[in-house]
């Protein structure tokens, strides 16, 4: 009884552990098949880590004008609640570890606490740069939440119409019945709709290509970041990671957590080699989504102003999640 | 009505590539006043210069700025020549023509690579820089070296464009006018691109009129006007060339970024082809008037008189006055870069802006500090630099101190 009270923790500690592992792997994976598009060498995969490791080892530089404890805690926040947000999602394809603790709703305001966290910590810094990109990041938040919103109410209505027996906001639910499952076609381009919205809130959230406003380098100098160095900066670019790994397991989570272990368990494959199977079917799916959702966007566009970028999510995003929705709802009428 | 802020830009930002300090009031987003103050990379060549002969100068010149350094040689070279009355042999002409190409093209190049990393579209920068390396490649080919390349002497040229160099010029025109079409495609039929460029920093024809613009900018704005076509010199005037406008691509003139882009395209191939035509009629003849530059120093050391030359730099029209006077050094110089001009057409340029499209506007005059950079004015030691106002206070006090001496004197 004792080591099963234990072993939830562990497992907690050890899926943590993974987490920024892969995330920072992610991030340096990302940084180097751009570089490759780019017809460049790029950093090696590992960068990222070093990156972490120099960070760790700098001085920890709080300006003047800045709000000390806030400016400190923010990083502390943003990696605290992207942590958290980690043990409410499927990560590795397995049932979350809180699911009984919270559901999709408590999710969906964990997700907005990193971004928060970081416009607070731009706005606490004093610095005229990082209050415009905290400014601007707040603005993005208000753009791409609706477009997630209808996305989740979506998926969430299919499901529980198809099952008002289980609960509806679960991830387990989810994966038990994935949503491309239980579509027809015209349901299923709706739920591609449905990815595309989710893919382009990717690169917004993650502060990535033609949505990095709030640290536009050549505009803002790194804009929410540009006071943050040192031990500070290393929490957010561990943030960074761990949001990376969420919000692609949210994906994943929500519109495709189809898994092998189901069909290994047909063919009587059953225990570690079905999870084996399932944690590397998590992972190609987790690379597909990294690279198309991220490298390629990166890469194929410019960096879009914050009145352009806010209208595009607003008019082209949201309404492409709409229609998402339209269509699943169409297709449950047929 | 919300309150305005301000924001430094520089003189250190990632959105610059040399030193210059950019002052802006903003509301929001929006831009409501700029003000600039350059003077952060001034060297004091000039003063240098007036310390050593004209031969000496020359190498001087081309260290005023790391782009333009063929630029600034040709029209150094030029005013000397035209104060002493020296003739440079055709085919020296030609050469020098073929340089000061290569240098447009590769400056153009850059320029497209970097407005592209002003607007986060950092593939499109990566592009420009691989195909910015053929052009050093080639001019490192015939010159022996990548950036300050040595090239002009006082009366000629120093290094020789022989037969067996044509074949290489040639692929590499080739290549540069695949590498047009690819930069035209991409900057006209972009839609993030479009959206970053078109109607960001529009400079009216009227103002730029008014403002003095030079080079592309000007031209962006539909200013019909190309040192190389109104006052043709070097090779120029054997090949016939036309300033380029953004209205032969798109049909109209606005005056904004994407009309400033589309200039420099066109200028890639303009290029291109006036260095093909250069390789074709290349006459034969020497290189330099005078082999010998113990001659020519001597010469130079007894002449007297004024030169004033004007080069289509690919910035715009550059500016070098030089006077001799019978003596072993240079008695006075002064260099008058484009970016003088067409910094002033910038705070015009921001009206309406947004805080995203400065770095836009900035890059697109294509700054050139160095260049810029004649004058900058410091009292003393304490690092407090002076304008107008300072120097008319110093002007009278010191017209004071002259009167005082006078009356002493009665």
Not at chain 1, 227 to 242: E, K, M, P, Q, T
Not at chain 2, 224 to 239: C, M, V
């Amino acid at each position: 009884m004792l080591s099963e009270i234990m072993m939830i923790p562990m497992i907690a500690a050890l899926m943590l552990l993974l987490a920024i592992i892969v995330g920072l792997f992610f991030l340096g994976l990302d940084r180097k098949i751009a570089a490759r598009f780019q017809s460049r060498i790029g950093p090696p995969i590992v960068q990222p880590f070093r990156d972490l490791v120099k960070l760790l080892a700098k001085e920890t530089i709080v300006p003047d004008n800045a709000i000390g404890w806030l400016f400190n805690l923010a990083p502390v926040i943003a990696l605290a609640s992207a942590l958290l947000l980690i043990l409410y999602l499927p990560f590795l394809g397995v049932a979350p570890i809180l699911s009984g603790y919270g559901d999709l709703i408590l999710v969906l305001y964990l997700l907005m606490l990193p971004a928060l966290a970081i416009a607070i910590g731009g706005f606490a810094s004093g610095n005229n740069y990082a209050t415009v990109g905290a400014q601007r990041k707040l603005i993005m938040m208000l753009s791409y939440e609706f477009p997630l919103a209808v996305l989740v109410m979506a998926v969430v209505w299919k499901t529980s119409s198809m099952f008002p027996d289980l609960q509806g906001f679960t991830f387990s639910t989810f994966m038990q019945h994935p949503v491309l499952t239980l579509v027809g076609p015209v349901g299923g381009f709706g739920v591609v709709l449905l990815i595309v919205t989710i893919l382009i809130a990717l690169c917004a959230e993650l502060i990535k290509g033609p949505f990095d406003n709030p640290e536009a380098d050549t505009e803002l100098a790194g804009g929410v970041l540009v006071d943050y160095s040192g031990r500070n900066l290393a929490l957010f670019l561990l943030s960074d990671a761990v949001k990376l790994c969420a919000f692609i397991t949210l994906v994943i989570g929500l519109l495709l957590p189809c898994s092998l272990g189901d069909m290994f368990s047909s063919f009587m494959y059953t225990g570690w080699l079905a999870i084996a199977a399932n944690v590397v079917f998590f992972f190609v799916k987790f690379t597909v989504i990294a690279i198309l959702g991220l490298t390629f966007v990166r890469v194929a566009f410019a960096r879009l102003k914050i009145n352009q970028a806010t209208k595009f999510f607003w008019l082209v995003s949201a309404g492409i999640s709409l229609l998402g929705l339209l269509l699943i709802s169409l297709d449950s009428m047929m | 009505m919300h309150d305005a802020y301000k924001m430094f830009l520089g003189p250190v930002h990632p959105a610059l590539e040399e030193p210059i300090f950019f002052d802006f009031k903003i509301v929001g987003e929006k831009v409501i006043a700029t003000n600039l103050k350059p003077g952060n990379a001034h060297r004091g060549i000039e003063a240098l210069g007036m310390k050593r002969n004209p031969i000496q100068v020359l190498y001087l010149s081309e260290r005023i700025c790391g782009i333009c350094s063929v630029s600034h040689a040709s029209t150094f070279s030029r005013a000397v020549e035209a104060a002493a009355g020296i003739e440079v042999p055709e085919r020296a002409d030609y050469i020098r023509t073929i340089f000061c190409e290569l240098e447009r093209l590769h400056s153009h190049i850059l320029w497209a690579g970097l407005l592209a990393h002003e607007i986060g579209f950092h593939s499109v920068l990566h592009y420009g820089m691989k195909v910015r390396e053929d052009v050093m490649d080639l001019l490192e080919y015939l010159s022996g070296n990548r950036v300050n390349y040595g090239v002009y002497v006082i009366g000629g040229v120093r290094r020789d464009i022989p037969k067996e160099k044509h074949e290489k010029i040639r692929q590499s025109i080739k290549y540069y006018n695949a590498a047009f079409e690819k930069f035209k495609d991409v900057f006209l039929n972009d839609k993030t691109i479009r959206m970053r460029t078109e109607g960001v920093g529009v400079l009216t024809k009227n103002d730029a009129l008014k403002l003095c613009a030079v080079g592309p900018t000007a031209r962006g704005s539909g200013l019909n006007k190309d040192t190389r076509q109104d006052w043709s010199y070097l090779a120029y005037g054997d090949i016939g060339v036309k300033a380029q406008l953004p209205s032969q691509v798109t049909g109209k003139i606005n005056g904004d970024v994407l009309d400033r882009t589309i200039v420099r395209l066109l200028e890639i191939k303009q290029s291109a082809e006036i260095i093909e035509r250069c390789i074709d009629q290349m006459p034969k003849g020497s290189l330099v008037s005078e082999p010998k530059a113990a001659v020519i120093l001597s010469r130079l050391k007894n002449a007297e008189g004024e030169g004033i030359a004007r080069t289509e730099a690919p910035r715009g029209e550059l500016h070098h006055y030089v006077r001799l006077a019978k003596k072993e050094v240079v008695d006075t110089w002064k260099a008058k870069a484009p970016t003088y001009n067409n910094l002033m057409a910038v705070p015009v340029m921001m009206k309406d802006a947004q805080i995203a499209d400065i770095p836009v506007i900035i890059c697109s005059i294509d700054p050139c500090i160095a260049c810029l950079d004649r004058v900058s004015i410091i009292e003393g030691n304490s690092g407090k630099s002076m304008n107008k106002y300072d120097l008319h206070e110093l002007c009278l006090r010191k017209s004071e101190m002259f009167g005082k001496i006078e009356r002493g004197h009665q």
